[in-house]
């Protein structure tokens, strides 16, 4: 992208990906729909617990992440940015594309005793929200699976590679912007409950650790989409062993 006549060159590092108007219309969209479903306590916008809303709230999901991801595309490339620069590239070939799922499960086994250690300390369990989300059918767990694809690339694309870079050149701090991602990306889980807001938040610092050390947002999408699968399928398998509890 060209230097307007008479100033010096700016610095890759310090130019922001995006207009910070743009920067505002994603947080403001992401706020309202996290504001809402924390409101209703669910992300399904009808019902709560039957299959007709759970599906329903994966639509929502599915919808919202991905029209938030093509209004990235069109932010960045305001500013001469490619989403392959935000993603960190591509892969190489099958090799590479295993080597980054190996990176994606020794940081879920990490950061699963990091996580599980946090929800130990605050007595963390499965809200009703979360609960009347789990896909209970065999088409339900074939759509999660799809939802959770989608979650792991869009979000990691919203708060890794998004947010997180644009809020690091703002402040014009690489730390500042890793944390102030991974709070919004805790937020954006409200409809869960505050305990596991603060896990959340947690867990998107250490994909954002990982995106950092990386340069790339591509063991995280794995990463993402690994878990979020195996929540959904394994979870209400696991509750019913608990009878509920």
């Given amino acids: 992208m060209s230097t307007p006549p008479g100033l010096p060159p700016q610095p890759e590092e310090s130019r922001l990906i995006a207009p910070a108007w743009h920067t505002a219309m994603v947080a403001a969209f992401t706020f309202g729909i996290a504001g809402i479903s924390a409101w209703r306590g669910s992300f399904a916008p ?14 929502t999901v599915f919808l919202w992440e991905w029209l938030t991801v093509a209004f990235i595309v069109w932010g960045v490339r305001l500013r001469g940015f490619r989403m392959s620069e935000l993603i960190g590239g591509s892969w190489s070939g099958v090799g590479a594309f ?12 990490c950061s699963t005793v990091i ?15 979360v609960r009347d989300i789990l896909p209970q059918t065999t088409t339900e767990k074939i759509v999660w699976i799809f939802v959770a694809a989608t979650a792991g690339f869009c979000e990691e694309t919203i708060f890794r590679g998004y947010f997180q870079q644009q809020l690091g050149r703002m402040t014009r701090s690489a730390s500042v912007g890793l ?3 991974a709070l ?6 409200g409809y869960q409950g505050w305990k596991s807001v603060i896990t959340i938040s947690v867990f998107g610092g ?5 995106a950092a050390r ?7 999408m794995l990463a993402h989409f690994t878990e979020d699968s195996a929540t959904g399928l394994l ?8 009878g509920g509890a």
């Fill in 184 to 189: 919004i990306f805790g937020v954006c889980h």
């Fill in 46 to 59: 009808v019902g709560k617990a039957s299959g007709e809303a759970r599906l329903a709230g994966y639509a």
């Fill in 235 to 242: 979870l209400p398998w696991a509750l019913k062993r608990m």
């Fill in 214 to 220: 990386m340069k790339s947002l591509r063991p995280g």
């Fill in 206 to 210: 250490l994909f954002g650790l990982l």
């Fill in 98 to 109: 295993f080597r980054d799922w190996g990176i994606a499960i020794l940081f879920l086994l």
């Fill in 179 to 181: 944390v102030l991602q």
């Fill in 115 to 129: 996580l599980g250690t946090i929800q130990f300390a605050l007595h963390a369990r499965p809200n009703q929200a």
